[in-house]
């Protein structure tokens, strides 16, 4: 096996960048990486996509994937969007 092969692999192993509860923040999080062009592969296990389809798509966590060649991006676009997310829940307008 060639070197250059090996390196492909290596770059196209999946890494999970993120595991997203709410649905809303899982949309957004993928129409991030559409717009950045990072491709990824999202995903519910065991009895959680059907579980979905029944009970809403809060009932169960979405774990997203990406490649180990864009994982150090992807990874900092969450914590980006998790930080000014988690901000602006706290900002007291009241005042």
Same mark, same amino acid.
């Given at each position: 096996?060639s070197k250059?092969?090996?390196q492909?692999?290596?770059?196209?192993?999946?890494?999970? $960048?993120?595991?997203?509860t709410?649905?809303v !923040? =899982?949309e957004? *999080?993928?129409?991030?990486l559409?717009?950045?062009?990072i491709p990824?592969?999202?995903?519910?296990?065991?009895?959680g996509?059907?579980?979905?389809i029944l009970?809403?798509?809060a $009932?169960a966590?979405d774990?997203?994937?990406? !490649? =180990?060649?864009? *994982?150090?991006r992807a990874k900092?676009l969450?914590?980006?969007?998790?930080?000014?997310?988690?901000e602006?829940?706290?900002?007291?307008f009241s005042e």
């Amino acid at each position: 096996m060639s070197k250059r092969t090996k390196q492909t692999k290596a770059e196209n192993e999946l890494l999970l $960048a993120a595991v997203i509860t709410n649905p809303v !923040s =899982s949309e957004i *999080f993928q129409d991030i990486l559409k717009k950045e062009n990072i491709p990824f592969i999202c995903r519910q296990y065991g009895a959680g996509a059907y579980f979905k389809i029944l009970a809403g798509p809060a $009932a169960a966590p979405d774990y997203i994937y990406v !490649s =180990s060649a864009d *994982f150090e991006r992807a990874k900092g676009l969450y914590e980006a969007y998790i930080i000014t997310e988690a901000e602006t829940e706290f900002l007291d307008f009241s005042e």
